[in-house]
C-alpha cells in the first residue's frame, strides 16, 4: 500500500527556533522516516539547509492555496468571492460615462473592490517585467476599448512584484488607458493565490469570480470572459487549456538541460526526489514549487533535479511507463514541462488513471515538443536505467518516501538562505543577498 504524509503534524517545525549546525555537510538530506503507530512521526534533519527545505515544504502543504479553492468551486460549476481589497491606484485611467460613477470620489487615489459591486470587473494580474505579460498587453487594451468599456464592464490591472516607475512605463509602451492598482505588499496577490504572471479573474456584479484564465489571454477567452461576468454565471475551465497555459508560463525563458531546470552552473542544488502519481508531490508542485521558481531559480541561484522515486504507484510497469515518459521528454529538454502537467492533471489516487492515452494527451499539451521523437525516446533502455540510478540514489541517502529533497551548494553558502529562513518563520521579508 503507498504510504501517506500527515503534514498537519508538521506545522509545529515553522513554529520554533531551529537550531543551526556549524558542521554542515556539503550535501544535506530531508528525509522522512517510515512512519510508526507506536510513537508520533519525526523529521531527520541535517543542518540548517536541510530545515530550510523541510520548513518550505511544510508551509506549502499545509496552507491550502486561495487559487486551489478558487479553482475548486469554478471546476465545480460554483462561483467563489472575491478576496477584498482596497489598493493604490497606479493609474485612474479613461472611464467613459458608463463607468466613470463608479470610480468617483476616492478613485483617484484608491480602488476597493466592494465599491466596485454592481459593475463586472475583469481583474488581471501583472508585472511590466513579465513577458507573456507583453504579448497579451495589447489583447487587453484592443478589447478594453471595443468591447468591454462600452458596455460597463471594468477593467482593472493589478500590479505586483514591481517598481511604480517600470510599471507606468509599461502602461506608456502599451497604450494601456483602463484604471490600475499596485499591489507592491504582495498581500492581495497571494491571497488570491497568484504565484505567476499573468492571470485573470472575471468577477460578477455580485464580488462572485466566475472565471480564472492563467497565463496569456486570447481575445476570445476575454471575450467569454465578459460575457460571464455580465451574465454571472460560471466559465468551467476547458480541458487542458488551464493547466497548460499556466505551466508555459512558470517555465518561459528558463533553462532546461534533460531532468534539470534552471542555469546548470547556479550556486544551489535541490534534488526533488519523486513519484509522478504522489498526491504530497503534487501538493508540493502546486503551492511550493512557483515560488521557488520565481524567486531563485529565474534568477539563476537554483537549481532543480527531479529523481525518479516509486512510492505511491501500485504497480513497478505503471511507474516505469510514466516516469520513462517524461524522461523522454527530457531529451528534448521539455521534461519539467511534462512533469508539471502530470501533477496538475494528476487524477484520485489508485484508480489507474495513467494510460497510454492519459501520457500521450500530457505530450500533446508539451508546447514544441516533437512527438515522433519522444515515442521513440520512450524505447530507449538508457531511460529505464535511470530509474535504477535514481533509487540507489535515494537508498544511499535514507530516502524512501515522496517527495524527499536532497540540498547541495557550493562554499561559501549563499546568503540568501537566511532570507528564505526568515520568510518561513513569518518574520519581515527581507530582500538582502537575494
Same mark, same amino acid.
Given at each position: 500500500m503507498a504510504r501517506r504524509s500527515h503534514f498537519n503534524r508538521l506545522a509545529p517545525i515553522l513554529r520554533r527556533r531551529l537550531v543551526q549546525d556549524e558542521h554542515l555537510d556539503d550535501r544535506d538530506t530531508v528525509r522522512k522516516p517510515t512512519p510508526s503507530r507506536s510513537r508520533p512521526r519525526r523529521w531527520v534533519l541535517s543542518g540548517l539547509a536541510a530545515t530550510l527545505l523541510a520548513g518550505l515544504l511544510v508551509y506549502g502543504v499545509t496552507a491550502q492555496s486561495p487559487n486551489a479553492t478558487i479553482d475548486d468551486s469554478l471546476a465545480r460549476g460554483l462561483p467563489a #468571492? +472575491?478576496?477584498?481589497? @482596497?489598493? &493604490? #491606484? *497606479?493609474?485612474?485611467?479613461?472611464?467613459?460615462? +458608463?463607468?466613470?460613477?463608479? *470610480?468617483?470620489? &476616492?478613485?483617484? @487615489?484608491?480602488? +476597493?473592490?466592494?465599491?466596485? @459591486?454592481? #459593475?463586472?470587473?475583469?481583474?488581471?494580474?501583472?508585472?511590466?517585467?513579465? %513577458?507573456?505579460?507583453?504579448? %497579451? +498587453?495589447?489583447?487587453? %487594451? @484592443?478589447?478594453?476599448?471595443q468591447r468591454a468599456r462600452p458596455r460597463g464592464v471594468l477593467f482593472l490591472g493589478l500590479d505586483g512584484l514591481d517598481t511604480a516607475s517600470d510599471a507606468r512605463a509599461f502602461m506608456r509602451s502599451y497604450g494601456i488607458d483602463y484604471p490600475n492598482i499596485s499591489d507592491y505588499s504582495e498581500d492581495v496577490r497571494l491571497r488570491y493565490g497568484v504565484r505567476t504572471f499573468p492571470q485573470t479573474f472575471f468577477i460578477d456584479r455580485r464580488g462572485q469570480i466566475v472565471g480564472h484564465v492563467f497565463g496569456v489571454l486570447s481575445s476570445q477567452q476575454l471575450v467569454d470572459g465578459i460575457t460571464t461576468a455580465l451574465a454571472g454565471t460560471v466559465r468551467r475551465p476547458r480541458g487542458g487549456e488551464r493547466t497548460d497555459a499556466l505551466v508555459s508560463s512558470l517555465l518561459a525563458g528558463i533553462q532546461q538541460h534533460g531532468n534539470t531546470l534552471g542555469d546548470p552552473s547556479a550556486p544551489v542544488t535541490v534534488q526533488f526526489f519523486g513519484d509522478l502519481q504522489c498526491p504530497a508531490c503534487r501538493r508540493f508542485t502546486l503551492n511550493v514549487l512557483p515560488s521557488l521558481i520565481d524567486s531563485y531559480v529565474r534568477s539563476g541561484k537554483l537549481k532543480i533535479e527531479y529523481r525518479s522515486l516509486e512510492s505511491a504507484t501500485l504497480r513497478p510497469s505503471w511507474f516505469g511507463a510514466q516516469q520513462v515518459a517524461a524522461l523522454a521528454a527530457g531529451r528534448q529538454n521539455k521534461m519539467w514541462n511534462f512533469i508539471d502537467l502530470f501533477y496538475r492533471e494528476q487524477g484520485p489516487e489508485h484508480s489507474g488513471y495513467v494510460t497510454e492515452r492519459f501520457l500521450q494527451g500530457l505530450a500533446q499539451q508539451v508546447s514544441g515538443l516533437n512527438l515522433i521523437e519522444w515515442t521513440a525516446a520512450r524505447n530507449d533502455r538508457e531511460l529505464a536505467r535511470t530509474l535504477s540510478t535514481d533509487a540507489r540514489a535515494a537508498r544511499s541517502a535514507g530516502i524512501n518516501e515522496t517527495p524527499a529533497f536532497r540540498l547541495g551548494y557550493a562554499q561559501p553558502r549563499p546568503r540568501y538562505l537566511q532570507a528564505i529562513q526568515k520568510q518561513l518563520e513569518g518574520l519581515p521579508s527581507t530582500k538582502a543577498g537575494v
Open positions: #468571492t +472575491a478576496p477584498p481589497f @482596497r489598493l &493604490d #491606484t *497606479l493609474q485612474a485611467g479613461a472611464l467613459g460615462s +458608463a463607468l466613470s460613477p463608479k *470610480l468617483n470620489g &476616492d478613485g483617484a @487615489r484608491s480602488i +476597493a473592490l466592494s465599491e466596485l @459591486r454592481g #459593475t463586472p470587473v475583469v481583474l488581471n494580474f501583472w508585472a511590466s517585467w513579465c %513577458e507573456p505579460c507583453k504579448e %497579451e +498587453a495589447p489583447v487587453l %487594451e @484592443r478589447t478594453w476599448q
